[in-house]
């Protein structure tokens, strides 16, 4: 339903950072702006023009666009490959904000900015759940079975 869902950043790096965004819906543009949690809409409002249930899915629609467009950019590499304390690195944008992180056993070390520091309880639990996500989704990315002895003559 939603089509040519853009997102790009206003006032990048500065306070009043914001993430503006455009789309097609129902043969209409729309475009707004997304901060936290919130979506101010430009003109034409969309409340204008659509029903209540129309209005409420397109808002949902947005909410879980920006809520994947935040995760762009994860990128996980290696820390001590092949050895016994290797562990994972990532890196994502949440929020405009860039973290980065240790992942080893199932617990997120975070390097600086402490998400802890920017984030609501709330958010940062909806970030570290969307790392353990990103993580095991990573594990799995190149898992390939390999056959018992496969080098060796029985």
Same mark, same amino acid.
Do not use: C
């Given at each position: 339903?939603? *089509? ?9 790096? =500065? #306070?009043? /950072?914001?993430?503006? +965004?455009? $789309?097609n819906? @129902? ?17 034409? *409002? ?9 209005? =409420? #899915?397109? /808002?949902s629609?947005? +909410?879980? $666009?920006?809520? @994947? ?43 600086h ?42």
């Amino acid at each position: 339903m939603v *089509q040519e869902f853009k997102v790009k950043r206003l006032f990048e790096n =500065q #306070v009043h /950072e914001r993430q503006q +965004f455009s $789309l097609n819906f @129902k043969s209409y543009t729309y475009q707004g702006i997304f901060h936290e949690g919130d979506i101010q809409w430009f003109h034409p *409002q969309p409340n204008t023009r659509l029903v209540e249930e129309d209005l =409420q #899915v397109l /808002e949902s629609t947005v +909410f879980e $666009l920006m809520r @994947k467009h935040a995760y762009q950019g994860f990128t996980v590499k290696p820390l001590f490959e092949d050895q016994v304390h290797e562990r994972q690195q990532f890196t994502l944008n949440f929020e405009g904000d860039h973290y980065h992180g240790i992942f080893h056993d199932e617990e997120i070390q975070w390097f600086h900015p402490q998400p802890n520091n920017n984030l609501s309880e709330d958010d940062l639990q909806d970030l570290e759940s969307k790392v353990y996500d990103l993580m095991k989704n990573h594990a799995y990315q190149d898992f390939a079975i390999k056959p018992l002895f496969e080098d060796q003559v029985l």
